[in-house]
Nanobody, 126 residues
Framework: QVQLVESGGGLVEPGGSLRLSCTVS????????IGWFRQAPGKEREGISY????????DYADSVKGRFTISRDSAKNTVYLQMNSLKPEDTAEYYC???????????????????WGQGTQVTVSS
């Protein structure tokens, strides 16, 4: 069974940085495309980044482009989300999820993912 576990969230001041980790078990990263989503209270879950399992190429939402970087370590079966220049509006619960190869949805559409982690809270505040 595929499981995803996020870690690395916390409280950070505006302008600060955090690195989130998503460790995958039950599937290798070479066969698993992984996306990062976030959900703030009262808002829809938003797809913010994605890494292609075959090419390793990333995608980003406009809201995080230039500030966030997704990467993967196949040896550790872990995907990272480096978040720099954090803003208060980045405050949310962050989730990673696995996207199957047969998905017909865009990478930022939550319907295209079949396994989710439990989430990790990121709070940006002074």
């Amino acid at each position: 069974q595929v499981q995803l576990v996020e870690s690395g969230g916390g409280l950070v001041e505006p302008g600060g940085s955090l690195r989130l980790s998503c460790t995958v078990s039950g599937s290798t990263l070479d066969s698993s495309a992984i996306g990062w989503f976030r959900q703030a209270p009262g808002k829809e879950r938003e797809g913010i980044s994605y890494i292609n399992s075959r090419t390793g190429n990333p995608d980003y939402a406009d809201s995080v482009k230039g500030r966030f970087t997704i990467s993967r370590d196949s040896a550790k079966n872990t995907v990272y989300l480096q978040m720099n220049s954090l803003k208060p509006e980045d405050t949310a619960e962050y989730y990673c999820a696995r996207r199957p190869s047969f998905s017909v949805f865009n990478w930022n559409d939550r319907r295209g993912y079949n396994y989710w982690g439990q989430g990790t809270q990121v709070t940006v505040s002074s």
